[in-house]
């Protein structure tokens, strides 16, 4: 009894990102989820300069500029609907009853 105890605090701890507790190299989710954020800023970040460069006249690749800016607009659109699915969880999971 008391070893299915610890084994469960344990990974609890794990879960909740404990200093210590994760195995050397993991990442963590918060980690995970800067990094796809980060991909998404830098997708919009090269839509908006080869648009403008399109804009200026340095391009003449309307293909690639649209291309980078459907990719841009998807990725954000991708990244919108984990968020609201994330927010769901965490109401659904504030509802429940202890």
Known sequence: M???ILTQNDALQRAAGRPGTQPAGAASFGDAMMDAVKAVNTQQT?????SEAYERGETN??????????KASVSFEATLQVRNKLLGAYRDIMNMPV
């Open 46 to 50: 090269q839509a908006t300069q080869a």
């Open 61 to 70: 690749d309307l293909v690639g500029v649209m291309l980078s800016r459907q």
């Open 2 to 4: 008391r070893a299915n």
